[in-house]
Protein backbone atom coordinates (compact mmCIF):
# COMPACT_ATOMS: atom_id res chain seq x y z
CA UNK A 1 0.00 0.00 0.00
CA UNK A 2 1.44 3.08 -1.19
CA UNK A 3 0.55 6.25 1.19
CA UNK A 4 -0.13 9.77 -0.32
CA UNK A 5 -0.13 12.68 2.30
CA UNK A 6 -1.70 15.82 1.80
CA UNK A 7 -0.94 18.99 3.56
CA UNK A 8 -4.51 20.09 4.20
CA UNK A 9 -8.26 18.95 3.52
CA UNK A 10 -8.39 21.04 0.73
CA UNK A 11 -4.91 20.56 -1.07
CA UNK A 12 -5.56 20.55 -4.74
CA UNK A 13 -1.55 21.46 -5.29
CA UNK A 14 -0.61 18.49 -3.12
CA UNK A 15 -3.30 15.86 -4.80
CA UNK A 16 -2.54 16.64 -8.22
CA UNK A 17 1.23 16.12 -7.85
CA UNK A 18 1.07 12.52 -6.09
CA UNK A 19 -1.81 11.71 -8.32
CA UNK A 20 0.45 12.20 -11.68
CA UNK A 21 3.20 10.36 -9.96
CA UNK A 22 1.11 7.14 -9.46
CA UNK A 23 -0.82 7.46 -12.72
CA UNK A 24 2.07 7.78 -14.41
CA UNK A 25 3.54 4.44 -12.64
CA UNK A 26 0.16 2.60 -13.05
CA UNK A 27 -0.82 2.55 -9.27
CA UNK A 28 -4.49 1.23 -9.21
CA UNK A 29 -6.48 3.29 -6.95
CA UNK A 30 -6.69 0.46 -4.61
CA UNK A 31 -3.45 0.86 -3.82
CA UNK A 32 -3.00 3.91 -2.44
CA UNK A 33 -4.20 5.24 0.98
CA UNK A 34 -4.84 9.44 1.16
CA UNK A 35 -3.75 11.01 4.49
CA UNK A 36 -4.00 14.84 5.41
CA UNK A 37 -1.67 16.01 7.36
CA UNK A 38 0.07 13.88 10.27
CA UNK A 39 -3.20 11.45 10.04
CA UNK A 40 -2.63 7.99 10.44
CA UNK A 41 -3.53 5.36 8.20
CA UNK A 42 -4.40 1.62 8.33
CA UNK A 43 -3.26 -1.30 9.78
CA UNK A 44 -0.33 -1.45 6.66
CA UNK A 45 1.91 0.88 6.65
CA UNK A 46 3.67 1.64 3.29
CA UNK A 47 5.82 3.44 1.38
CA UNK A 48 5.29 7.82 0.28
CA UNK A 49 4.08 8.11 -3.38
CA UNK A 50 6.66 10.35 -3.31
CA UNK A 51 9.49 8.26 -2.52
CA UNK A 52 8.41 5.87 -5.93
CA UNK A 53 11.32 5.40 -8.75
CA UNK A 54 11.11 7.83 -11.68
CA UNK A 55 9.62 6.47 -14.60
CA UNK A 56 9.47 7.47 -18.29
CA UNK A 57 7.45 10.33 -18.12
CA UNK A 58 3.36 9.35 -19.58
CA UNK A 59 1.45 11.71 -20.89
CA UNK A 60 -1.65 12.43 -19.29
CA UNK A 61 -4.24 14.25 -20.77
CA UNK A 62 -7.83 15.64 -19.57
CA UNK A 63 -10.96 17.76 -20.38
CA UNK A 64 -10.52 21.43 -19.71
CA UNK A 65 -13.70 20.92 -17.19
CA UNK A 66 -12.04 18.47 -15.31
CA UNK A 67 -9.21 20.33 -12.98
CA UNK A 68 -12.03 22.88 -12.31
CA UNK A 69 -13.97 19.78 -10.91
CA UNK A 70 -11.85 18.45 -9.05
CA UNK A 71 -11.18 21.81 -7.58
CA UNK A 72 -14.07 22.24 -6.06
CA UNK A 73 -14.97 18.07 -5.30
CA UNK A 74 -11.34 18.25 -3.52
CA UNK A 75 -13.35 20.49 -0.98
CA UNK A 76 -15.88 18.16 -0.03
CA UNK A 77 -15.68 16.60 3.29
CA UNK A 78 -16.15 12.94 1.91
CA UNK A 79 -13.08 11.29 2.56
CA UNK A 80 -13.55 9.37 -0.27
CA UNK A 81 -13.07 12.50 -2.54
CA UNK A 82 -9.13 11.90 -3.21
CA UNK A 83 -9.37 8.27 -4.24
CA UNK A 84 -12.82 9.21 -6.70
CA UNK A 85 -10.83 11.60 -8.19
CA UNK A 86 -8.05 9.69 -8.84
CA UNK A 87 -10.05 7.12 -10.49
CA UNK A 88 -11.70 9.76 -12.95
CA UNK A 89 -8.28 10.43 -13.75
CA UNK A 90 -6.95 7.27 -14.74
CA UNK A 91 -10.81 6.49 -16.49
CA UNK A 92 -10.33 9.75 -18.22
CA UNK A 93 -6.89 8.52 -20.24
CA UNK A 94 -8.81 5.57 -21.39
CA UNK A 95 -12.18 7.44 -21.70
CA UNK A 96 -11.75 10.68 -22.79
CA UNK A 97 -15.17 11.50 -23.76
CA UNK A 98 -16.59 10.61 -19.49
CA UNK A 99 -16.92 14.38 -18.57
CA UNK A 100 -20.40 14.52 -20.39
CA UNK A 101 -21.98 10.84 -19.43
CA UNK A 102 -23.86 12.73 -16.35
CA UNK A 103 -25.22 8.97 -15.94
CA UNK A 104 -21.91 7.72 -14.84
CA UNK A 105 -22.14 6.92 -11.35
CA UNK A 106 -18.51 8.52 -10.78
CA UNK A 107 -19.26 11.38 -13.25
CA UNK A 108 -23.05 11.52 -11.03
CA UNK A 109 -21.32 11.55 -7.56
CA UNK A 110 -18.29 14.11 -8.61
CA UNK A 111 -20.95 16.72 -10.08
CA UNK A 112 -22.84 16.15 -6.36
CA UNK A 113 -20.33 16.75 -4.70
CA UNK A 114 -18.85 20.01 -6.44
CA UNK A 115 -22.55 21.49 -6.67
CA UNK A 116 -22.45 20.86 -2.57
CA UNK A 117 -18.96 22.48 -2.38
CA UNK A 118 -20.51 25.29 -4.29
CA UNK A 119 -23.76 25.91 -2.46
CA UNK A 120 -21.81 26.34 0.89
CA UNK A 121 -19.68 28.59 -0.74
CA UNK A 122 -22.76 30.81 -1.42
CA UNK A 123 -23.54 30.26 1.79
CA UNK A 124 -20.58 31.77 3.51
CA UNK A 125 -20.77 34.64 1.43
CA UNK A 126 -23.99 35.62 2.45
CA UNK A 127 -23.87 34.45 6.18
CA UNK A 128 -20.87 35.61 7.73
CA UNK A 129 -21.57 38.40 9.64
CA UNK A 130 -18.52 40.67 11.46
CA UNK A 131 -18.21 42.10 15.09
CA UNK A 132 -15.93 44.75 15.76
CA UNK A 133 -13.13 44.18 17.84
CA UNK A 134 -10.38 46.36 19.27
CA UNK A 135 -6.81 45.05 18.09
CA UNK A 136 -3.83 44.42 20.17
CA UNK A 137 -2.36 47.23 18.26
CA UNK A 138 -5.59 49.42 19.90
CA UNK A 139 -6.85 50.08 16.29
CA UNK A 140 -10.55 48.44 15.17
CA UNK A 141 -10.51 45.26 13.84
CA UNK A 142 -13.26 42.90 12.97
CA UNK A 143 -13.94 38.84 13.73
CA UNK A 144 -16.93 36.39 12.40
CA UNK A 145 -17.18 33.05 12.93
CA UNK A 146 -18.81 30.83 10.38
CA UNK A 147 -19.37 27.05 10.68
CA UNK A 148 -19.02 25.49 6.93
CA UNK A 149 -20.18 22.17 6.00
CA UNK A 150 -17.28 21.66 3.66
CA UNK A 151 -13.58 22.66 3.32
CA UNK A 152 -14.60 26.04 1.56
CA UNK A 153 -12.44 28.83 3.28
CA UNK A 154 -9.31 28.83 1.19
CA UNK A 155 -11.27 28.56 -1.97
CA UNK A 156 -13.59 31.37 -0.81
CA UNK A 157 -11.21 33.56 0.95
CA UNK A 158 -10.72 36.00 -2.64
CA UNK A 159 -14.13 36.99 -1.87
CA UNK A 160 -13.64 38.57 1.70
CA UNK A 161 -10.33 40.06 0.35
CA UNK A 162 -11.84 41.97 -2.54
CA UNK A 163 -14.98 42.73 -0.33
CA UNK A 164 -13.18 43.73 2.29
CA UNK A 165 -9.63 44.86 1.38
CA UNK A 166 -9.79 47.74 3.26
CA UNK A 167 -10.73 46.29 6.49
CA UNK A 168 -8.55 44.25 8.94
CA UNK A 169 -10.65 41.10 9.55
CA UNK A 170 -10.44 37.60 10.54
CA UNK A 171 -12.85 34.94 10.19
CA UNK A 172 -12.57 31.47 12.25
CA UNK A 173 -14.11 28.51 11.38
CA UNK A 174 -13.84 25.01 13.19
CA UNK A 175 -11.82 23.97 10.22
CA UNK A 176 -9.48 26.94 9.15
CA UNK A 177 -9.27 30.89 9.63
CA UNK A 178 -8.70 33.51 7.45
CA UNK A 179 -6.65 36.53 8.73
CA UNK A 180 -6.88 39.75 6.87
CA UNK A 181 -4.35 43.06 7.64
CA UNK A 182 -5.14 45.09 5.15
CA UNK A 183 -2.24 43.62 2.90
CA UNK A 184 -1.95 39.60 3.06
CA UNK A 185 -3.69 36.80 3.92
CA UNK A 186 -3.02 34.32 6.35
CA UNK A 187 -4.51 30.98 6.73
CA UNK A 188 -4.14 29.04 10.32
CA UNK A 189 -5.91 25.74 12.11
CA UNK A 190 -9.37 25.56 13.80
CA UNK A 191 -10.67 28.04 15.57
CA UNK A 192 -13.45 27.30 18.45
CA UNK A 193 -16.47 29.63 19.17
CA UNK A 194 -15.56 30.58 21.90
CA UNK A 195 -12.63 32.91 20.22
CA UNK A 196 -15.25 35.18 18.33
CA UNK A 197 -17.12 37.97 19.82
CA UNK A 198 -21.10 37.19 20.90
CA UNK A 199 -22.10 40.96 20.10
CA UNK A 200 -21.51 44.60 19.27
CA UNK A 201 -22.96 47.84 19.22
CA UNK A 202 -24.05 47.51 15.89
CA UNK A 203 -26.17 45.16 15.78
CA UNK A 204 -28.73 46.51 17.72
CA UNK A 205 -29.11 48.83 14.93
CA UNK A 206 -28.85 45.69 12.35
CA UNK A 207 -31.45 44.01 13.97
CA UNK A 208 -33.68 47.82 14.27
CA UNK A 209 -33.20 47.42 10.22
CA UNK A 210 -33.92 43.96 9.89
CA UNK A 211 -37.27 44.50 11.71
CA UNK A 212 -38.51 47.08 9.46
CA UNK A 213 -37.30 46.04 6.41
CA UNK A 214 -39.07 42.55 6.90
CA UNK A 215 -42.41 42.36 4.75
CA UNK A 216 -45.17 40.08 5.99
CA UNK A 217 -47.21 40.10 2.78
CA UNK A 218 -44.36 38.67 0.92
CA UNK A 219 -43.49 36.10 3.73
CA UNK A 220 -42.63 32.60 2.09
CA UNK A 221 -41.45 30.45 4.68
CA UNK A 222 -40.56 27.43 3.03
CA UNK A 223 -38.38 29.50 -0.01
CA UNK A 224 -36.95 30.94 3.24
CA UNK A 225 -35.52 28.19 4.80
CA UNK A 226 -34.33 26.95 1.84
CA UNK A 227 -31.96 29.96 1.02
CA UNK A 228 -31.28 30.49 4.38
CA UNK A 229 -31.82 27.17 6.41
CA UNK A 230 -32.13 27.08 10.66
CA UNK A 231 -28.47 25.70 10.86
CA UNK A 232 -27.21 29.18 10.20
CA UNK A 233 -29.87 30.97 12.30
CA UNK A 234 -27.78 30.22 15.24
CA UNK A 235 -24.58 32.72 13.81
CA UNK A 236 -26.62 35.78 12.64
CA UNK A 237 -27.76 38.94 14.89
CA UNK A 238 -31.10 39.47 13.06
CA UNK A 239 -32.02 35.27 14.01
CA UNK A 240 -33.27 36.25 17.18
CA UNK A 241 -36.07 38.27 15.66
CA UNK A 242 -36.97 35.93 12.99
CA UNK A 243 -39.01 33.41 14.53
CA UNK A 244 -41.43 36.41 16.34
CA UNK A 245 -41.41 38.09 12.69
CA UNK A 246 -42.83 34.98 11.62
CA UNK A 247 -44.93 34.58 14.12
CA UNK A 248 -46.85 38.07 13.65
CA UNK A 249 -46.68 38.10 9.51
CA UNK A 250 -50.36 37.24 9.68
CA UNK A 251 -51.60 40.00 11.67
CA UNK A 252 -49.30 42.69 9.80
CA UNK A 253 -50.29 41.91 6.97
CA UNK A 254 -53.75 42.22 7.72
CA UNK A 255 -53.24 45.63 9.38
CA UNK A 256 -51.21 46.44 6.00
CA UNK A 257 -54.61 45.80 4.18
CA UNK A 258 -56.41 47.62 6.43
CA UNK A 259 -54.18 50.52 6.60
CA UNK A 260 -53.92 51.14 2.48
CA UNK A 261 -53.73 54.83 1.79
CA UNK A 262 -57.54 55.87 0.45
CA UNK A 263 -57.81 55.70 -3.21
CA UNK A 264 -58.22 58.46 -4.66
CA UNK A 265 -55.84 61.30 -2.59
CA UNK A 266 -58.10 63.38 -0.23
CA UNK A 267 -56.75 66.50 -2.62
CA UNK A 268 -58.77 64.90 -5.98
CA UNK A 269 -61.77 64.26 -4.17
CA UNK A 270 -62.09 68.13 -3.41
CA UNK A 271 -60.95 69.06 -6.75
CA UNK A 272 -64.20 66.55 -8.40
CA UNK A 273 -66.62 68.26 -6.34
CA UNK A 274 -65.48 71.57 -6.88
CA UNK A 275 -65.93 70.88 -10.86
CA UNK A 276 -69.60 69.25 -9.83
CA UNK A 277 -70.21 72.67 -8.34
CA UNK A 278 -68.92 74.12 -11.64
CA UNK A 279 -71.16 72.36 -14.04
CA UNK A 280 -73.83 72.90 -11.58
CA UNK A 281 -73.57 76.61 -11.99
CA UNK A 282 -72.70 76.77 -15.53
CA UNK A 283 -75.16 77.91 -18.12
CA UNK A 284 -76.26 74.80 -20.03
CA UNK A 285 -74.50 75.47 -23.43
CA UNK A 286 -75.27 72.41 -25.43
CA UNK A 287 -78.67 71.34 -23.88
CA UNK A 288 -79.23 67.18 -23.47
CA UNK A 289 -75.56 66.93 -23.63
CA UNK A 290 -74.29 68.42 -20.56
CA UNK A 291 -77.21 67.36 -18.68
CA UNK A 292 -75.57 63.80 -19.69
CA UNK A 293 -72.14 64.59 -18.80
CA UNK A 294 -73.76 66.03 -15.37
CA UNK A 295 -75.70 62.17 -14.89
CA UNK A 296 -72.73 60.89 -15.55
CA UNK A 297 -70.64 62.25 -12.57
CA UNK A 298 -72.74 60.06 -10.23
CA UNK A 299 -72.74 56.86 -12.21
CA UNK A 300 -72.89 53.78 -10.37
CA UNK A 301 -73.85 51.21 -13.22
CA UNK A 302 -70.59 49.76 -12.09
CA UNK A 303 -68.18 48.81 -8.90
CA UNK A 304 -65.54 50.90 -11.14
CA UNK A 305 -67.06 53.85 -9.48
CA UNK A 306 -65.94 52.62 -5.80
CA UNK A 307 -62.60 53.54 -6.28
CA UNK A 308 -62.14 55.70 -9.71
CA UNK A 309 -61.49 59.73 -8.78
CA UNK A 310 -64.44 60.80 -11.58
CA UNK A 311 -66.33 59.68 -14.40
CA UNK A 312 -64.22 60.63 -17.21
CA UNK A 313 -66.60 62.01 -19.98
CA UNK A 314 -66.16 62.59 -23.72
CA UNK A 315 -65.03 66.33 -24.86
CA UNK A 316 -64.84 67.92 -28.44
CA UNK A 317 -67.26 69.85 -30.66
CA UNK A 318 -70.58 67.90 -31.09
CA UNK A 319 -70.51 68.54 -35.01
CA UNK A 320 -67.40 66.88 -34.95
CA UNK A 321 -67.04 64.21 -38.05
CA UNK A 322 -64.98 61.99 -36.45
CA UNK A 323 -65.25 60.39 -33.17
CA UNK A 324 -62.11 58.59 -30.99
CA UNK A 325 -63.34 56.08 -28.66
CA UNK A 326 -60.24 54.88 -26.40
CA UNK A 327 -60.71 52.20 -24.31
CA UNK A 328 -60.62 53.67 -20.42
CA UNK A 329 -59.19 56.73 -18.30
CA UNK A 330 -55.12 56.58 -17.57
CA UNK A 331 -54.22 57.71 -14.27
CA UNK A 332 -54.07 61.31 -15.50
CA UNK A 333 -57.26 61.49 -17.09
CA UNK A 334 -58.76 59.91 -13.64
CA UNK A 335 -57.20 62.64 -11.55
CA UNK A 336 -57.87 65.55 -14.46
CA UNK A 337 -61.40 64.53 -15.90
CA UNK A 338 -60.26 65.07 -19.39
CA UNK A 339 -59.54 62.13 -21.81
CA UNK A 340 -56.45 61.64 -23.94
CA UNK A 341 -54.12 64.15 -22.18
CA UNK A 342 -51.66 61.49 -20.41
CA UNK A 343 -48.48 59.65 -22.13
CA UNK A 344 -50.76 57.76 -24.63
CA UNK A 345 -52.78 61.15 -25.39
CA UNK A 346 -49.40 62.60 -26.32
CA UNK A 347 -48.41 60.08 -28.78
CA UNK A 348 -52.24 60.40 -29.91
CA UNK A 349 -51.88 64.22 -30.21
CA UNK A 350 -48.25 64.24 -32.14
CA UNK A 351 -49.49 61.14 -34.32
CA UNK A 352 -52.60 63.22 -35.02
CA UNK A 353 -50.80 66.43 -36.05
CA UNK A 354 -47.56 64.37 -38.29
CA UNK A 355 -51.00 62.59 -40.25
CA UNK A 356 -52.38 66.11 -40.60
CA UNK A 357 -55.65 65.77 -38.65
CA UNK A 358 -56.64 68.72 -36.47
CA UNK A 359 -57.90 67.19 -33.15
CA UNK A 360 -59.60 70.03 -32.05
CA UNK A 361 -62.37 69.04 -34.99
CA UNK A 362 -62.74 65.49 -33.31
CA UNK A 363 -64.83 64.28 -30.52
CA UNK A 364 -62.70 61.88 -27.90
CA UNK A 365 -64.06 59.74 -25.77
CA UNK A 366 -63.45 56.16 -23.94
CA UNK A 367 -65.88 53.55 -24.14
CA UNK A 368 -65.38 52.91 -20.57
CA UNK A 369 -65.76 55.87 -18.16
CA UNK A 370 -63.94 55.06 -14.66
CA UNK A 371 -60.46 54.22 -14.27
CA UNK A 372 -59.66 50.93 -13.38
CA UNK A 373 -56.47 49.60 -11.81
CA UNK A 374 -54.52 47.94 -9.38
CA UNK A 375 -52.33 49.22 -6.86
CA UNK A 376 -48.37 48.29 -6.37
CA UNK A 377 -46.67 50.35 -3.93
CA UNK A 378 -47.70 53.35 -4.55
CA UNK A 379 -48.62 53.75 -8.29
CA UNK A 380 -52.30 52.50 -9.58
CA UNK A 381 -51.59 50.32 -12.72
CA UNK A 382 -54.24 50.07 -15.42
CA UNK A 383 -56.42 47.03 -15.49
CA UNK A 384 -58.37 45.59 -18.83
CA UNK A 385 -62.39 46.14 -18.11
CA UNK A 386 -64.09 42.91 -18.26
CA UNK A 387 -67.22 42.31 -20.38
CA UNK A 388 -69.38 43.41 -17.55
CA UNK A 389 -67.93 46.78 -17.14
CA UNK A 390 -67.78 47.56 -20.54
CA UNK A 391 -71.68 46.67 -21.22
CA UNK A 392 -72.40 49.33 -18.37
CA UNK A 393 -70.21 52.01 -19.90
CA UNK A 394 -72.18 51.20 -23.40
CA UNK A 395 -74.76 53.42 -22.65
CA UNK A 396 -73.40 57.02 -21.94
CA UNK A 397 -71.07 55.97 -25.14
CA UNK A 398 -74.71 55.37 -26.91
CA UNK A 399 -75.51 58.78 -25.58
CA UNK A 400 -72.56 60.75 -26.89
CA UNK A 401 -72.94 58.63 -30.43
CA UNK A 402 -76.32 60.57 -30.17
CA UNK A 403 -75.46 64.11 -29.45
CA UNK A 404 -72.61 63.46 -31.79
CA UNK A 405 -73.71 61.78 -35.13
CA UNK A 406 -70.26 61.72 -36.37
CA UNK A 407 -69.51 60.52 -39.67
CA UNK A 408 -66.81 58.14 -38.44
CA UNK A 409 -66.15 56.39 -35.44
CA UNK A 410 -62.56 55.35 -35.08
CA UNK A 411 -62.36 52.56 -32.36
CA UNK A 412 -58.86 52.37 -30.15
CA UNK A 413 -57.99 49.21 -29.08
CA UNK A 414 -60.30 45.71 -28.56
CA UNK A 415 -61.71 47.21 -25.37
CA UNK A 416 -63.44 50.21 -27.84
CA UNK A 417 -64.46 47.63 -30.49
CA UNK A 418 -66.40 45.90 -27.85
CA UNK A 419 -68.07 48.36 -26.80
CA UNK A 420 -69.26 49.68 -29.83
CA UNK A 421 -69.77 45.99 -31.88
CA UNK A 422 -70.52 44.13 -29.21
CA UNK A 423 -68.24 41.39 -30.54
CA UNK A 424 -65.32 40.31 -28.43
CA UNK A 425 -63.19 39.38 -31.32
CA UNK A 426 -59.23 40.35 -32.07
CA UNK A 427 -58.21 43.16 -33.13
CA UNK A 428 -56.19 41.99 -35.85
CA UNK A 429 -59.19 40.96 -37.93
CA UNK A 430 -61.22 44.09 -38.23
CA UNK A 431 -58.08 46.15 -38.61
CA UNK A 432 -57.84 48.02 -42.10
CA UNK A 433 -61.32 46.41 -42.68
CA UNK A 434 -64.29 48.81 -44.27
CA UNK A 435 -66.45 48.83 -41.46
CA UNK A 436 -70.17 49.65 -40.48
CA UNK A 437 -71.84 49.69 -37.45
CA UNK A 438 -75.48 49.10 -36.93
CA UNK A 439 -77.28 52.40 -37.52
CA UNK A 440 -74.73 52.78 -40.99
CA UNK A 441 -71.87 54.62 -39.46
CA UNK A 442 -68.54 54.14 -40.63
CA UNK A 443 -65.70 52.51 -38.56
CA UNK A 444 -62.21 52.70 -38.66
CA UNK A 445 -60.57 49.64 -35.93
CA UNK A 446 -56.58 50.20 -34.61
CA UNK A 447 -54.44 50.02 -32.00
CA UNK A 448 -54.76 52.22 -28.82
CA UNK A 449 -51.70 54.48 -28.97
CA UNK A 450 -50.65 53.05 -25.38
CA UNK A 451 -49.97 49.50 -27.19
CA UNK A 452 -46.92 51.92 -28.86
CA UNK A 453 -45.59 52.86 -25.60
CA UNK A 454 -45.64 49.34 -24.07
CA UNK A 455 -43.45 47.56 -27.03
CA UNK A 456 -40.30 47.23 -25.23
CA UNK A 457 -38.37 46.41 -28.88
CA UNK A 458 -37.30 49.83 -30.48
CA UNK A 459 -37.89 47.74 -33.98
CA UNK A 460 -41.44 46.91 -33.08
CA UNK A 461 -42.12 50.52 -32.16
CA UNK A 462 -41.20 52.02 -34.90
CA UNK A 463 -43.24 49.30 -37.29
CA UNK A 464 -46.16 49.64 -35.56
CA UNK A 465 -45.99 54.07 -35.20
CA UNK A 466 -46.10 53.27 -39.11
CA UNK A 467 -49.34 51.46 -39.18
CA UNK A 468 -51.01 53.50 -36.75
CA UNK A 469 -50.18 56.23 -38.15
CA UNK A 470 -51.17 54.94 -41.72
CA UNK A 471 -54.68 54.62 -39.94
CA UNK A 472 -54.98 57.91 -39.09
CA UNK A 473 -53.80 59.07 -42.57
CA UNK A 474 -56.49 56.70 -44.15
CA UNK A 475 -59.45 58.78 -41.44
CA UNK A 476 -57.79 62.01 -43.39
CA UNK A 477 -58.87 60.20 -46.77
CA UNK A 478 -62.48 58.99 -45.15
CA UNK A 479 -63.57 62.34 -43.87
CA UNK A 480 -61.31 65.49 -45.36
CA UNK A 481 -62.51 67.86 -42.72
CA UNK A 482 -60.51 66.76 -40.09
CA UNK A 483 -57.49 67.69 -42.33
CA UNK A 484 -56.18 70.16 -40.49
CA UNK A 485 -56.72 73.48 -42.72
CA UNK A 486 -59.52 72.81 -44.31
CA UNK A 487 -62.75 73.86 -43.37
CA UNK A 488 -65.28 71.92 -41.90
Same mark, same amino acid.
Given at each position: ???????????? !???????????????????????????????????????????????????? !???????????????????????????????????????????????????????????????????????????????????????????????????????????????????????????????????????? *??????????????????????????????????????????????????????????????????????????????? *??????????????????????????????????????????????????? !???????????????????????????????????????????????????????????????????????????????????????????????????????????? !????????????????????? *?????????????????????????????
Amino acid at each position: MLVARLDHPADF !DGWRRQARIAAQAGIAPALIDWRVGDEEGGLFGGESVDDLAPVAAIELTVPR !DFPELAQAVICHRDPERFDLLYRLLLRLQREPGLMHVMTDDDIHRANAMAKAVRRDMHKMTAFVRFREIVGADGAEAFVAWFEPEHHIVERVSRFFVERFCAMRWSILTPLRCLHWDGKTLHVTDAASRSDAPSDD *AMEAYWRTYYANIFNPARLKIKAMTAEMPRKYWRNLPEADLIAPLIAGAGRRAEAMVANLPTLPPERHVRQAQRQREEV *AEAPVASGSWAEAKAAARDCTRCGLCQHATQTVFGEGPLAAPVMFVGEQPG !DQEDLAGKPFIGPAGQVFDRLMGEAGLDRRRAYVTNAVKHFKFEVRGKRRIHQRPNAGEISACRFWLGLERDFARPKLIVALGATAVHALTGHSGSLASMRERDLTLD !DGTALVATVHPSYLLRLPDEA *ARLRETERFLADLERVGRLVPEMLAGVAA
